[in-house]
């Protein structure tokens, strides 16, 4: 049970400290174990869940404009 709470505390570190898309899974993966553990909402505003909201805004929106540049082209 410990080493799988360590192993939780790794993940939220290393989520904490990624800002790149390709580790976007990373980051919604360490959320749910925290709703899991009932912790989902943020101890400070502008934590975790906002970074990740943020990595979700911005991948929609490149999605977007991937999309509008293929519809152009077509």
């Not at 505390?9 to 174990?33: G, P, Y």
């Not at 009932?38 to 991948?59: C, D, G, Q, W």
């Amino acid at each position: 049970m410990a080493r799988k709470a360590i192993l939780i505390r790794k993940k939220i570190f290393l989520a904490k400290s990624l800002t790149k898309l390709a580790r976007l899974d990373t980051l919604v993966n360490a959320l749910e174990k925290r709703k899991q553990r009932e912790r989902a909402e943020p101890r400070k505003k502008n934590t975790f869940e906002s970074r990740i909201y943020k990595l979700l805004v911005k991948k929609l929106n490149e999605e977007s404009t991937v999309k509008l540049m293929t519809q152009k082209i077509t």
